[in-house]
């Protein structure tokens, strides 16, 4: 073999010079923008839509907890934001209604506990027991949701003066609680039966009657149902007016909402204080909607799956 020269070899191994003047060196590369998908500006676009809508809705909320800050402003004169913040509207509103708020409780209270007490077995029967027209029976249940409020009002007064329940908080209980039993019952039953009959089997087996199987089984399974048809029994109790303006004729018994409509109409110019009452008594409801929200989402679901 002929060696290589040594010429070569020390050019080979020389390392490469500076390029020449004429020559461009060679550029970074530039990064790329990134591309805005069609599905990402979809997803702007709904976001902004749902912002809308949602201040929408809010804005009336807002709207009274602003005129509630602003103290002895008209209505042409309120302001957009409030320069000040005034708690003396609150502080009249609580030492009106307090009582009357106080009153609201008690009464939406008793009637998610007769609600749930009458709903609960009609719903395990309905679900569970071979009954000729169960069908029937939900549906007629549903049915009564349509009736007019002022209907039910009237009916009821006349039969509660003959069992002398008017202006008292017994008579306004049952009458708030048979606001939620239809809906609580529909409800419940949708939920248990998609329990399984091999569960309830189990229970009978061990010796449980089946008073047994529904409290110790039925009920602890369908926590999630309970839930949802006592918070919107006391939605419904908490918000009614048709019926505390109808079953109730001196201040014995007097909720929060028929102390709104008194206060307006004993102070229709002092509109601070008004919704200063209306803030406080949304306060309970929101309390309520914000602790059991997870379980009202996993109760309306869970009686469509099975």
Sequence with gaps: MSAVPSS??????????????GGAPDAAPRPRRPRVTRK????????????????VLLFPLYWMVNTALQPGAAMAELRWFPRTLDLGNFQRAWESQAGNLLTSILVALGAVAVCLAVAAPAAYALARFRLRGADTVV????????????????????AYVELELVNSYLGLILADASLGIPFTIVLLRAFMVSIPEEVLEAGMLDGAGRLRVLVSVVLPMSRNALITGGLFTFLFAWSDFLFALTLNTTDAVKPVTLGIYEYI???????????AVAVLSSIPAAVLLVVAQKYVAAGISGGSIK
Excluded: C, E
Excluded at 8 to 21: D, E, F, M, W
Excluded at 265 to 275: L, Q, R, S, Y
């Design 8 to 21: 070569a070899a020390s050019k080979a191994s020389a390392p490469a010079g500076p390029a020449p003047r």
């Design 139 to 158: 549906f007629a249940t549903l049915i009564t949701q349509m009736v007019p409020g002022i209907v039910v009002a009237n009916a009821l007064y006349n």
């Design 265 to 275: 109409g004993a102070h229709v110019g002092d509109w601070g204080a008004v919704m």
């Design 40 to 55: 990402a500006r979809g997803d702007a676009a709904s976001t902004v839509f749902g912002g809308l809508v949602l201040a």
